[in-house]
């Protein structure tokens, strides 16, 4: 019966509305229970004295005044009481009062009736709530006029007895009357949590059954517009990693295809005898030679970037002389830079030690300088450059996008070249694996499209950012920003 969300939250609701209710009518009959108890006894015990001091003057004595009454005593649960000044109980209803005397501590007296409040005691009865009014009436014939008093006594819970009757039905009505209203509130509050979650799960079927084409629109409340929010989040993330998986195995397979025909049919050249001469079969196991090795760079770099990026590989925290290593690494491609006709310079000021791994670094600037040697036409320059930048303002000079992203101080290493460039619509794809601008000139060339993917992720392993810069038939820049202290350096120091 209590298996949704939403009988679970009406019953809740509804069990919290009768405990609210149950403990307003215990406080309130409490609280009311001594005002009540006095009220009922001032608005009755005029009248009754009034009918005392006819009956008396009537002949009738004390006692058979006090039986005449014990009837409507009994109807209004009150003792009604003749006593003296003093206290000495000359009769009452209840025959416990017979011959006591009692102390008649007073509270409250009105000079308009000198009606007298207060409370008394019996033994065995505890605390007594009394109301009496003085009046003189006439003992008995031949004896002149005395002063007595009648009193009207109730005890306390004898007056919320009363008080429970007088107001029960009133108080069922308003309790049948709160239910009904906060059982509608219930349902209402309920159907407004219970129906987005709803609409929420029904979603996520979808999304399990492969529709991720999804996107909630929730206005209320503001909990359930966050948790719509957070979903729509996930389902464009979960799309574009499903798109990433099959981009994958498609990029994948396409660079494998072409290395693979290769390798089949000129092996089967070789085997079948229709590379004749020495001269073919060498140029046939040449290319053979060629695309395997082409191969092997694929298989390498793919698990290069896939230990990257699952955290396999662990990056050393360790001083690391930057100019050093781009130094280091010009001068391993400066043959092969002149070779093709280029022109490769190093402009780098005096640089502080970064905390890092200079092997990976090393190989993120290789990996630049090759992806710069390949594209750059005979006669052109490829430029290295790296500076210090300690101010905001410096780095937004050098790339708006990194002013930002990356904790200062920073050191900010630029690769340019006056290569084709690359078209605006085709830049921000440059850093996605086997993502490539010309697929035919860059396999040619021996790329495979991972060279840029595993820079950023190796920047990105140091807390640093990558992005790039290029005007169409002027040439590229790519822009390498790394915080000095490093990525695990930084959180460190958060902690602290």
Request: aromatic fraction near 4%; hydrophobic fraction near 45%; charge should be positive.
């Amino acid at each position: 019966m209590f298996n949704s969300l939403r009988s679970r939250f009406i019953a809740s609701f509804m069990l919290l509305i009768v405990l609210c209710l149950i403990m307003v009518g215990v406080i309130l009959g409490v609280s009311l229970m001594r005002r009540m108890a006095y009220a009922r006894l001032r608005a009755a015990v005029v009248p009754t004295a009034l009918f005392v001091r006819n009956l008396s003057q009537q002949g009738l004595s004390p006692q058979e005044i006090v039986r005449r009454l014990a009837e409507q005593a009994q109807m209004q649960a009150l003792d009604i009481v003749i006593l003296t000044r003093q206290g000495k109980v000359l009769a009452a209803t209840d025959e416990d009062w017979r011959g006591q005397q009692v102390s008649l501590r007073r509270i409250v007296a009105s000079k308009e009736r000198e009606i007298i409040e207060g409370r008394t005691s019996l033994p065995g009865e505890g605390t007594l709530y009394f109301v009496a009014w003085p009046m003189r009436i006439v003992a008995g014939e031949g004896e002149g006029p005395a002063t007595e008093m009648v009193a009207l006594v109730t005890t306390p819970g004898r007056g919320i007895r009363v008080v429970i009757g007088d107001l029960a039905f009133s108080f069922a009505v308003a309790s049948m009357l709160a239910a009904v209203i906060s059982l509608i509130l219930a349902v209402l509050i309920a159907r407004s949590i219970s129906q987005p979650l709803q609409r929420l799960m029904a979603a996520t079927e979808e999304i399990a059954r492969g529709n991720y084409d999804l996107s909630l629109d929730i206005t209320s409340p503001s909990e359930m517009r966050r948790l719509a929010a957070s979903f729509n989040s996930m389902a464009r993330q979960v799309q574009a990693s499903r798109q990433a998986q099959r981009d994958f195995v498609a990029n994948v397979s396409h660079e494998l295809k072409t290395p693979l025909t290769s390798i089949q049919g000129y092996s089967q050249a070789i085997l079948d005898g229709t590379a004749r001469g020495e001269e073919a079969v060498q140029r046939a196991a040449a290319i053979i030679h060629d695309e395997a090795g082409r191969m092997r760079r694929l298989v390498e770099g793919l698990l290069d970037l896939a230990r990257i990026e699952s955290g396999q590989v662990v990056m050393a925290q360790e001083p690391v002389d930057l100019r050093q290593v781009l130094g280091d690494c010009v001068d391993k491609l400066t043959l092969q830079a002149q070779e093709k006709g280029l022109t490769l310079s190093l402009h780098v000021s005096t640089l502080p030690l970064l905390i890092g791994d200079r092997d990976r670094l090393s190989q993120a600037v290789t990996n630049l300088l090759d992806n710069a040697l390949k594209y750059t036409p005979s006669g052109g320059r490829i430029t290295v450059e790296a500076v210090e930048v300690r101010e905001t303002e410096g780095l937004r000079a050098i790339e708006p996008a990194l002013a930002s992203a990356v904790p200062l101080p920073a050191v900010v290493v630029t690769v340019s070249d006056t290569g084709p460039g690359i078209p605006p619509d085709e830049l921000h794809r440059i850093f996605e694996r086997f993502y490539q601008v010309d697929k035919s000139r860059a396999r040619g060339k021996g790329g495979v499209g991972l060279g840029l993917a595993i820079v950023q992720e190796i920047v990105a392993a140091h807390g640093g950012r990558i992005t790039a810069q290029s005007v169409v038939g002027v040439g590229s820049k790519f822009i390498m920003a790394l915080p000095i202290k490093g990525k695990e350096g930084r959180e460190k120091q958060s902690k602290k």
